[in-house]
T-cell receptor
Framework: DAGVIQSPRHEVTEMGQEVTLRCKPI?????LFWYRQTMMRGLELLIY????????DSGMPEDRFSAKMPNASFSTLKIQPSEPRDSAVYFC?????????????FGPGTRLTVL | QQQVKQSPQSLIVQKGGISIINCAYE??????FPWYQQFPGKGPALLIA?????SEKKEGRFTISFNKSAKQFSLHIMDSQPGDSATYFC?????????????FGRGTSLIVHP
């Protein structure tokens, strides 16, 4: 299996622009998580889905952030409009079964820089 | 959010030495304690994990020690190697209620000098 796939790997954009990050979870995994990692705040959970349904988005920092999972093999995290403080590495992770001891697998991340 | 407190923030060890990273948790519903290893430019990857029915788990040079009464667990890296240089995260979660979402420590940056 190719693991969790994220694209793009790097994104540089200007303040005010829309940014869309993409994730393809591991086939067969029914739980998907979006995290943000910064030096200041560490690894933060933004939102997670179970069977394509958003379960908890309380970690989403503002209304500028939105996430969708239209099907079991694809999810997006969108920031509109983007701001410099959104600069971070964004990770997607997937897991087989939400409330189990199964492990979650992280993608390689998207490094976002907002100028 | 329930916290997992991790220390130290950074650690420098000589090759062959022992690296020790400590974590403490609050939520007694947690019953699964994984450690993740993250290399620069990569996502975190599971290194080793323990459930509270045992006090220690060893996999090669990596050992988790678990103290349920103190709500503490630690990672020991024996014979540390330069290739172990990475950021290490502890985490804790359960399998019921809202505790199944992992809570991560802030991470420890480990540097192993040759």
């Amino acid at each position: 299996d190719a693991g969790v796939i994220q694209s793009p790997r790097h994104e540089v954009t200007e303040m005010g622009q829309e940014v869309t990050l993409r994730c393809k979870p591991i086939s067969g995994h029914n739980s998907l998580f979006w995290y943000r990692q910064t030096m200041m705040r560490g690894l933060e959970l933004l939102i997670y889905f179970n069977n394509n349904v958003p379960i908890d988005d309380s970690g989403m920092p503002e209304d500028r952030f939105s996430a969708k999972m239209p099907n079991a093999s694809f999810s997006t995290l969108k920031i509109q409009p983007s701001e410099p403080r959104d600069s971070a590495v964004y990770f997607c992770a997937s897991k087989d079964g939400l409330a189990t001891y199964n492990e979650q697998f992280f993608g390689p991340g998207t490094r976002l820089t907002v100028l | 959010q329930q916290q997992v407190k991790q220390s130290p923030q950074s650690l420098i060890v000589q090759k062959g030495g022992i690296s020790i990273i400590n974590c403490a948790y609050e939520n007694t519903a947690f019953d699964y304690f994984p450690w993740y290893q993250q290399f620069p430019g990569k996502g975190p990857a599971l290194l080793i994990a323990i459930r509270p029915d045992v006090s220690e788990k060893k996999e090669g040079r990596f050992t988790i020690s678990f103290n349920k009464s103190a709500k503490q667990f630690s990672l020991h890296i024996m014979d540390s190697q330069p290739g172990d240089s990475a950021t290490y995260f502890c985490a804790a979660r359960g399998t019921s209620g809202g505790s199944y979402i992992p809570t991560f420590g802030r991470g420890t940056s480990l540097i192993v000098h040759p």
